[in-house]
């Protein structure tokens, strides 16, 4: 049973969905463990090998190759972040009730957003609130050209990952470097962030 994902489990229904009143702490802890494990055994199905959906995609677009490691690292990382994104959207986030009524107008308590474990350098509410001053430095060497928002936001991208133990990014490994692009650009488009503007740190040629 994944510790990180029994954490996610316990907050979402404590928090959001809500659990019956009448319950005891055993029932509750004995609830929130089956769901968990039913959370676990799908991410572990849906992985369909060791190596992941995301591996099995790598292959199919280049017939007759094998990744090298670091790039092999990398889609195991990305596959298994994706899919379990995936489960706990579906087996769990969408369990979250909506307000069918406006929220009151005027000041109230900010109500912190659901949010996917490999999501968060999205939300600043969820995220580390400054990165580490190495991982700042990581991201105007990887994206010099890149306007200020891009290389903030890579920055707190690569302080989520290293938080997650996953390898980080170098200019020397091109498909790791196209990975990490890639998931920067689809979280900032979602949230509506310009991919381009002023502050770049060298003049694009």
Same mark, same amino acid.
Request: charged residues 25%; glycine residues 6%; hydrophobic residues 35%.
């Given at each position: 049973?994944?510790?990180?994902?029994?954490?996610?489990?316990?907050?979402?229904?404590?928090?959001?969905?809500?659990?019956?009143?009448?319950?005891?702490?055993?029932?509750?802890?004995?609830?929130?463990?089956?769901?968990?494990?039913?959370?676990?055994?799908?991410?572990?199905?849906?992985?369909?090998?060791?190596?992941?959906?995301?591996?099995?995609?790598?292959?199919?677009?280049?017939?007759?190759?094998?990744?090298?490691?670091?790039?092999?690292?990398?889609?195991?990382?990305?596959?298994?972040?994706?899919?379990?994104?995936?489960? $706990?959207?579906?087996?769990?986030?969408?369990?979250?009730?909506? &307000? @069918?009524?406006?929220?009151? /107008? *005027? !000041? =109230?308590?900010? %109500?912190?957003?659901?949010?996917?474990?490999?999501?968060?350098?999205?939300?600043?509410?969820?995220?580390?609130?400054?990165?580490?001053?190495?991982?700042?430095?990581?991201?105007?060497?990887?994206?010099?050209?890149?306007?200020?928002?891009?290389?903030?936001?890579?920055?707190?991208?690569?302080?989520?990952?290293?938080?997650?133990?996953?390898?980080?990014?170098?200019?020397?490994?091109?498909?790791?470097?196209? $990975?990490?692009?890639?998931?920067?650009?689809?979280?900032?488009? &979602? @949230?509506?962030?310009?991919? /381009? *503007? !002023? =502050?770049?740190? %060298?003049?694009?040629?």
């Amino acid at each position: 049973m994944s510790y990180q994902i029994r954490q996610i489990v316990e907050r979402t229904w404590r928090e959001h969905i809500g659990l019956p009143p009448e319950w005891n702490a055993q029932q509750i802890t004995t609830f929130l463990d089956q769901q968990t494990t039913s959370i676990s055994v799908q991410i572990e199905a849906r992985m369909g090998t060791a190596q992941g959906p995301a591996v099995a995609r790598w292959k199919a677009e280049n017939p007759g190759r094998e990744p090298d490691y670091s790039t092999l690292t990398a889609l195991i990382n990305t596959g298994r972040q994706q899919v379990t994104e995936e489960v $706990l959207t579906e087996a769990l986030y969408d369990k979250v009730p909506v &307000l @069918d009524e406006p929220l009151p /107008d *005027g !000041p =109230g308590e900010p %109500v912190d957003p659901v949010v996917a474990p490999g999501e968060r350098w999205r939300f600043p509410t969820a995220r580390t609130q400054e990165p580490d001053p190495d991982l700042e430095e990581l991201a105007d060497r990887l994206l010099p050209a890149r306007s200020t928002l891009v290389r903030v936001m890579a920055a707190h991208l690569l302080q989520a990952m290293r938080e997650d133990s996953q390898p980080l990014p170098t200019l020397d490994d091109g498909p790791a470097m196209s $990975l990490f692009t890639n998931r920067l650009e689809a979280g900032m488009l &979602l @949230d509506g962030q310009p991919l /381009d *503007g !002023p =502050g770049a740190l %060298v003049e694009m040629r």
